[in-house]
């Protein structure tokens, strides 16, 4: 099994920043693809980011495209979520993803077998 511990959330204002990081612990072998994922009250949960084993392949969401960077230290086990320019809408509990397959990086949730608990994220205008 694998445990996903995310840290950094907070309460902000617009246009300000946030690191997010997430620390992965147990069978750590068995990581490979990590993502980010956010649910805002009353709505589905949805892709922010995803990085895969080499950080060869990044993928990311139209609406946080130029603002969000994802990146991952294996020797560290750990992927982070930097947040700029942050706005209302990105308000939301942030969820950390891992995903067996090392190579591609999948935007479904169904995708993922391992998640940690969440951090919230509130961004006040």
């Known amino acids: 099994q694998v445990q996903l511990v995310e840290s950094g959330g907070g309460m902000v204002q617009a246009g300000d920043s946030l690191k997010l990081s997430c620390a992965a612990s147990g069978q750590t072998f068995s990581v490979g693809t990590m993502a980010w994922f956010r649910q805002a009250p009353g709505k589905e949960r949805d892709f922010v980011a995803g990085?895969?084993?080499?950080?060869?392949?990044?993928d990311s969401a139209g609406s946080v495209k130029g603002r969000f960077a994802i990146s991952r230290d294996n020797a560290k086990d750990t992927v982070y979520l930097q947040m700029d320019k942050l706005k209302p809408e990105d308000t939301a509990v942030y969820y950390c993803?891992?995903?067996?397959?090392?190579?591609?990086?999948?935007?479904?949730?169904?995708?993922?077998?391992?998640w940690g608990q969440g951090t919230q994220v509130t961004v006040s205008s």
């Open positions: 990085i895969n084993w080499s950080g060869g392949t990044v």
């Open positions: 993803a891992a995903d067996t397959d090392p190579i591609f990086v999948r935007t479904d949730s169904r995708s993922y077998t391992y």
